[in-house]
């Protein structure tokens, strides 16, 4: 383990099988702490269900999954957000009716009860965060807009806030950029960059430009097993990685 | 206060519509009716209780029950059994085998009042249980379904034989429940009796300030961060569930509150009424209470309410008129709201702009808007007061 990068999360064996369908077998993955950790890997390789497995969407049907040394397989999914893992999907999800504010205001983490949620105030400090998260990402001047009128690129940009909102230790990406402009990527790379100082992310993504630009790790699956991990130079010259992926 | 009264109310046209309509419910209503009229209007706002449940649970939250019957039927015979307990003293029952039981258990050859009656003997143990018995029962069976994440179609299936199987159950036990014809024949509420028309006045009266206060709490819930959860609920769900809430918790909470409030809405039906039976809480009046909600409008606390009063006005003048057609032109009127105004009446009201609060201007509008035909099939369901 790195003394300056101890992992964070620690899965070991993971696996799910669907009705003996083995989407993901024998997964092991270290996520080291402020680092940004992409996925790659071919179409039904495994890699949105592993994301799936973390966030506890899917349940695991073997193997452990460790946050900072706490079994996490098996909660519900609310007590693994509360833990401090966040989780973006590959469509924005977004609450379209409401504004951008109010958007990022409900992914505050205070009140999530029932009660909390009654007593619930718009204090200064929590419209203060979510200014300061908006301002993060892009969307200073569109507080007041609806969420469903923004473009392709500020609705992943908004949910990428949301979970800013929440200041989770461990953010998961799932395709960030996808269908986004070259601009847009550009600006999702700093911002992952950026937002990767204080916490740890994974992102999921095909884009391998991107993944260039933004990667300290790689994991390459393919069929729901581990193909190659290292650094982005080593993993786009191990033949195996070649043939499966980036060859085709 | 000023800060409560804008939790409430978000903009100034809609205090005036609730306003207006209490002005309505309190001061012309009594004026205009005569009180067997009056008394009517009093036994649909019961209705309305269920109603504001409904905007909350099927409207806000996305969750449709076609049981809500049961939580109505639950408080309602909760208040009736204290009533009738009261009205079986022995000495009016001396005729009876058993005197000082109620009537229907004598005729059934019971001895002895069951053991789950002794409590209703109580009126402070009654009102909490008509308060009580519903939300707990309601949040029994949501927090098991929820859980598993039963809903859509199913929740509303299950919930509607769960309709079925409470109406059959106090159908089949005569003895204990007065089966299909009910517990009747309730005169008094402590010595006060309740058939006067002085107690309709005040009953109805009573009934008007606690719908109010029943959809000022709704509002309140609605206005909140809560009301903007069970929005995100309906809309997204899996987006709330990964922000850390927990969203089988919190549909369980509305749909137990949706059913205390219906259970209210019973117990005042009783009173006004003066019995309860199988009848009212089936199926049919479970599916006629989302119809009347869906008229007015789901998502409109005051929608769901004059929804209420339209439709039973409606069916006691049309029913009266042509008993035949009468279930088809309601069947006819709910198909409708569907397909052209899925927000109900109350959807249709908004969609006039009230910028300047000029009655004459805003009637203007509403007949011109009213005589073209609806062009759009559907709307998605905005988000409004």
Not at chain 2, 20 to 26: D, I, N, Q, T, V
Not at chain 2, 27 to 52: D, E, M
């Amino acid at each position: 383990m790195n003394i300056d990068h101890p992992n964070v999360l620690e899965v070991e064996d993971l696996g799910v099988s669907f009705d003996g369908f083995k989407a993901v077998d024998g997964f092991n993955f270290y996520l080291a702490q402020n680092h940004v950790h992409v996925i790659i890997g071919p179409n039904g390789a495994g890699k949105t269900t592993v994301l799936d497995l973390i966030c506890g969407k899917t349940l695991a049907t073997a193997g452990s999954i460790k946050f900072k040394g706490k079994e996490l397989r098996g909660s519900r999914e609310y007590r693994i957000v509360r833990a401090g893992i966040g989780r973006k999907f590959q469509n924005p999800s977004i609450y379209e009716n409401l504004t951008v504010f109010e958007n990022l205001e409900l992914s505050h983490p205070t009140g999530r009860g029932v009660i909390g949620c009654l007593m619930f105030r718009r204090t200064a400090s929590i419209k203060q965060q979510c200014e300061d998260v908006a301002a993060q990402i892009g969307l200073s001047d569109r507080l007041d807009t609806e969420a469903g009128i923004l473009s392709h690129g500020q609705k992943q940009w908004l949910e990428i806030g949301m979970l800013l909102m929440q200041d989770p230790e461990i953010i998961m990406l799932d395709e960030p950029v996808a269908g986004m402009s070259v601009r847009e990527r550009t600006q999702t790379a700093t911002l992952i960059r950026k937002i990767s100082k204080d916490r740890s992310v994974i992102v999921i993504e095909h884009d391998m430009e991107f993944v260039r630009e933004i990667a300290d790790r790689v994991t390459v699956m393919h069929l729901g097993k581990i193909l190659a991990e290292g650094s982005m130079e080593k993993v786009s010259n191990d033949p195996k990685v070649i043939e499966v992926y980036i060859g085709h | 206060m000023q800060l409560l009264f804008k939790t409430l109310f978000k903009t100034r046209g809609e205090a005036l519509a609730f306003g207006g309509f209490l002005l309505l419910l309190l001061v012309i209503l009594p004026l205009a009716l005569p009180v067997f009229r009056l008394n009517l209007v009093g036994k649909y706002l019961t209705f309305g209780f269920v109603a504001v449940g409904l905007v909350l649970l099927w409207g806000r939250c996305g969750i449709l029950s076609l049981g809500q019957g049961v939580f109505f039927g639950l408080g309602g015979y909760c208040m009736a059994m204290f009533l009738k307990l009261e009205a079986s003293d022995p000495i009016t029952t001396a005729i009876q085998s058993t005197p000082g039981i109620p009537d229907f258990m004598d005729w059934n050859q019971l001895t002895k009042l069951p053991l789950f009656w002794e409590p209703f003997k109580s009126l402070p143990f009654t009102i909490f249980a008509v308060f009580i018995l519903p939300a707990a029962v309601a949040f029994i069976i949501g927090w098991a379904m929820f859980r598993r994440r039963v809903g859509g179609v199913y929740f509303a299936i299950i919930t509607q034989s769960l309709a079925l199987i409470f109406s059959l159950g106090i159908d089949g036990n005569q003895g204990f429940t007065g089966g299909r014809n009910g517990i009747t024949d309730l005169r008094t509420l402590c010595g006060w009796d309740i058939r006067s028309e002085n107690a309709q006045y005040i009953l109805y009266f009573a009934c008007v300030v606690l719908l109010f206060t029943v959809a000022m709490g709704a509002k309140y819930i609605i206005n909140t961060r809560l009301g903007r959860v069970l929005v995100a609920i309906r809309d997204r769900e899996d987006r709330v569930r990964f922000s850390g809430y927990d969203v089988a918790m919190i549909r369980a909470f509305i749909f137990s509150f949706a059913a205390m409030i219906s259970g209210l809405g019973g117990a005042l039906f009783v009173l006004q009424v003066g019995f309860m039976s199988p009848s009212i809480i089936g199926i049919v009046p479970s599916i006629e209470m989302v119809i009347f909600t869906a008229v007015g409008g789901r998502l409109s606390v005051l929608g769901a309410i004059l929804g209420c009063l339209i439709v039973n006005f409606g069916k006691t003048t049309f029913s009266e008129a042509y008993p035949d057609l009468w279930l088809y032109l309601m069947g006819g009127t709910f198909i409708s709201v569907v397909m052209f105004f899925p927000n109900g009446l109350a959807g249709l009201i908004e969609k006039i702009p009230t910028s300047k609060e000029n009655y004459q201007a805003l009637f203007a509008r509403f007949k011109k808007t009213a005589s073209t035909p609806p062009t759009q099939k559907s709307t998605p369901i905005t988000d409004e007061h």
